[in-house]
């Protein structure tokens, strides 16, 4: 949904499964909400230009971003100010499932990114976003202290689903490596296909990948028991999979997952946050 609103321009609001069925059955929805313009106006501008730029650069600074928001803004919408335009739809969707799955964002708007003019209401609230909040937010995703070369149970990414990209970053990551802990991927059917057509299912099978389709681990038990250690580059796992799946969470880069999962240890770059 909050992908839908914020990146797409479409307009939706937070409708359980039988709502979105009956609204697609007679073609009408309520005439409320994220549906009208007046509720699309930011409430909470975010100013961001003192983020350091390399930070901002790094794949695993949009989910803490998203994540951050969900915890601030709750309900409400948000205008980002200060960050460099972005194409990358996987650095979007990362963004929009953290903040949905921390708070209730809706939609975010992020000038010069995002489709629609980020209007501000009038009184809005203006936070200036400093790197020492994001490092703040980044720990809130770990429910387990841990150091370098401490066990981990397992690894987990695709939550939102992973992408064709995704799978080929990831595949240049591990670098024909082998796995030395189990490491789940989640995507959708339509990904798979996207990678048989490509010539790429070859190297999913010889990754030693465990895919996980249409589906993920906090919603269906597959991890082996209900204990252990987990790391995630998805802030929505990093937020459900204690409360879903009895494991406790690490976050970090899906450089980390992949290093740490041909380690068998953690291996978490830790340099940027700081």
Request: proline share 4%; hydrophobic share 40%; aromatic share 6%.
């Amino acid at each position: 949904m909050a992908f839908c609103n914020s990146v797409l321009g479409a307009r939706t609001e937070r409708y359980g499964d039988f709502l979105d069925i009956c609204a697609a059955l007679c073609g009408r929805a309520p005439e409320t909400g994220l549906h009208l313009d007046e509720s699309r106006h930011a409430t909470l501008e975010v100013d961001t230009s003192a983020l350091d730029p390399r930070l901002v650069d790094e794949d695993a600074f949009w989910p803490v971003l998203g994540a951050w928001l969900g915890e601030t803004a709750a309900g409400r919408v948000a205008a980002f100010t200060g960050l460099p335009r972005q194409d990358n739809e996987d650095r979007l969707k990362a963004m929009g499932a953290a903040a949905a799955s921390t708070g209730a964002v809706g939609l975010f708007h992020i000038a010069g990114t995002t489709p629609e003019d980020p209007q501000l209401a009038p009184g809005h609230e203006t936070i200036g976003l400093t790197g020492a909040m994001l490092h703040a937010a980044r720990d809130r995703l770990s429910t387990a202290r841990a150091k370098t070369g401490d066990r981990v149970d397992a690894v987990a990414v695709g939550s939102p689903h992973f992408s064709f990209e995704e799978f080929r970053r990831l595949f240049a990551a591990l670098d024909g490596r082998k796995l030395a802990v189990p490491f789940y991927v989640c995507t959708g059917r339509h990904t798979l296909d996207a990678l048989d057509r490509a010539g790429l299912s070859v190297d999913l099978k010889a990754s030693g990948l465990t895919v996980v389709a249409d589906t993920c681990i906090v919603v269906t038990p597959i991890l082996p028991s209900n204990t252990g250690l987990l790391l995630t580059n998805s802030g929505k796992f990093a937020h459900y999979t204690r409360p879903n799946t009895g494991y406790e969470v690490l976050y970090g880069s899906l450089a980390d997952c992949a290093e740490t999962a041909v380690a068998g240890r953690l291996v978490r770059e830790e340099a940027l946050w700081r």
